[in-house]
């Protein structure tokens, strides 16, 4: 089995490394020149940003090619995961690849704008986050097929939500972020973006090449970055997941 992962505070990677198998960070594998995978089983497993698929999931999605019996995918999100499960079978299918299993996971969200880290935490009894990805581990053991249905209404919803966000996204992009007084130039924050979007010198400066991760944010160990708006200035890890394990999933100063 192999489960592949994009993470920018180690949610995704908590579930797929509770799912098993060998391990491949998607930001990496990237750089491969050739992007086909055999075996039994494989998997995605990568959090949901603006209801829908991180940039890098798009893009990997558009590139790789699978040779497996069984084919998962689980969106990992905070509150809702929107239109993610329908645009990854329809970038998927855009290039011939159909999933055995979808789901979405509701843990903490980390998208400090709107969501509050302490608050989050103590939610996660009532989102049922562990009871249901144990029993999404064992769907993937058992090889269940599952492929939800998307209701009407979400459906209908979906483009006006995405017209309300569209002007949004810029602002809770790197774009958006201010880097205060107290970064102490250490360079965590390059280390942990997927995208080698920031470059530390005599400041901390980003390119526009931001996928909206909040790996800098949540990583910064000043925390000197700050979102245009923040609930507070908590930041969150999932307790499962080093530091060092998201600085080696999406290092790409190598
Ligand atoms: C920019 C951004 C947008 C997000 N949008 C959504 C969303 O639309 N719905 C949702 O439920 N969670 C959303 N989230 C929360 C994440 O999907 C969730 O916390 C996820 O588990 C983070 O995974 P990670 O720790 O692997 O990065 C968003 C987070 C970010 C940073
Ligand atoms: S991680 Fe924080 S303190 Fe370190 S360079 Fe980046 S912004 Fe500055
Ligand atoms: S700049 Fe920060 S939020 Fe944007 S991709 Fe890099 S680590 Fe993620």
Known sequence: MKTLYFTGTGNSLAVAKRIGGELLSIPQEMHKKEITYADDVIGLVFPVYYGSLPKMIRDFLGMVKFEADYLFAVATCGSGAGMVLPDLQKAAEANDIRFDYLNALVMVDNFLPVFEIESEIKRLPEKKTEENLSKMVDD????????PSISLKAKALAPLAKKML???IKDYSSQGFVVNDDCTLCGICTTVCPTANISVAEKITFSDKCDSCYACVHACPQTAIHPKKEQSD?????PDVSLQEIIT???QLK
Do not use: L, P, S, T
């Open 166 to 168: 569209q002007d949004k």
């Open 140 to 147: 993937i053991e058992d090889r269940k097929e599952y492929v």
């Open 234 to 238: 908590k930041r969150f890890r999932n």
């Open 249 to 251: 999933a999406n290092n």
